[in-house]
């Protein structure tokens, strides 16, 4: 005969602690010393890394012997550099190039928007969502600038089309797999207090998701300034017009190597500073400030 044993957790006294001090001998005002106070900012961190990369690049060009027709060094660099900002050149390119953006970007996201919201109301626009993706997730947006050119022409509408192409995806499959790791308890929440559908995709499932759709958002970014740089570099072979890209092609049509490495600087720059400025401090306001951050 089986005898049942019952396992009983003998109850621990609560107690309370009056007066809390720290141990002896240890001094917990310890003062950190100015090198490790400076260090401890991660933008002084970032900008040592930046110097260091810097000085190896100078060390190299001027040390090698290297032809600067090949790779110029940093301070002929940035000499070219100071010489395409006095003459507004690159200002005139960059416009160029942020105005395709500034274009291209929203609809991309808008039409990602749409996307999702089919795919969260039934089972069939998540099937078309997941098949679609499927089929042009993969294809790189430069790819289609050839037939962007025959339908569009040689003009900023091509441009637009392959960063639109560029952004959509990333965009949407981050986002619907942002809502499908939201909660179930969650949801039921929210429909406890009377809201569905696009109610309760704005109040419950968006914010629960933001995480995932800042993240996608940052892939689509980073997607969309690759491509039109890459279809600008095409672009301004065949039109001689573009922007940053188109910089960079009749630069090194013009063996200005210095110029070519002063415009990817520039393109560099500026996927540091909206990154840095735009994206992190979104999500400093946001996902970090709600603790939703994953």
Partial sequence: MMQSHSTQIPDRPDFVVE???APEGVDLDVELGLFRRIMEREAVRKALVIVILIAAWEIYTTIGSVNPLLFPSFTSTFAALIDVTLSGEIFVKAWFSFRILFFGY???IALAAILVILASASRLGRDFLSLITSIFQ???AIALLPLATLWFGFGE????FVTIHSIVWAVSLS???GFG???RTLVMVGENYGVSGLGLMRLVLVPAALPSILTGLRIGWAFAWRTLIGAELIFG???GAGGLGAMVFENSDWLRTDRVFAT???IIMVGLVIENLIFVNIEKRTVRRWGTQS
């Avoid at 509408?157 to 637009?160: F, N």
């Fill in 175 to 177: 986002t619907l797999a």
């Fill in 264 to 266: 990817m600087v520039v």
């Fill in 181 to 183: 790791a939201v909660g």
């Fill in 106 to 108: 929203p609809l991309g």
């Fill in 237 to 239: 072979a065949v039109s």
């Fill in 19 to 21: 007066d809390l001090r």
């Fill in 157 to 160: 509408p091509s441009l637009v």
């Fill in 138 to 140: 993969p294809l790189p």
